[in-house]
């Protein structure tokens, strides 16, 4: 199995990239950044996976926002 030591996002899933969003910043917060229908109404993680399996430029800014979230979290520590 190839590893990629230098990639963040390598082994987690994106349900685990959405549901530790959603517990750092709530769904509020995140459809205020990430303008989608699917974090400001009725959101869920279900329709978000759904969504954002399918929409690779919206999968890129909730990866990026993972990204940052991870990188101030690590400046705190």
């Given at each position: 199995?190839?590893?990629?030591?230098?990639?963040?996002?390598?082994?987690?899933?994106?349900?685990?990239?959405?549901?530790?969003?959603?517990?750092h910043?709530?769904?509020?917060?995140?459809?205020h950044?990430?303008?989608?229908?699917?974090?400001?109404?009725?959101?869920?993680?279900?329709?978000s996976?759904?969504?954002?399996r399918?929409?690779?430029?919206?999968?890129?800014?909730?990866?990026?926002?993972?990204?940052?979230?991870?990188?101030?979290?690590?400046?705190?520590?």
């Amino acid at each position: 199995m190839e590893t990629q030591p230098n990639n963040p996002l390598h082994g987690i899933t994106l349900e685990k990239i959405l549901t530790d969003l959603v517990a750092h910043y709530g769904w509020e917060y995140m459809g205020h950044t990430i303008n989608i229908k699917c974090f400001t109404v009725n959101p869920s993680v279900k329709s978000s996976l759904t969504f954002l399996r399918k929409t690779p430029w919206a999968r890129t800014k909730v990866e990026a926002m993972y990204l940052n979230m991870l990188k101030k979290r690590k400046q705190q520590q």
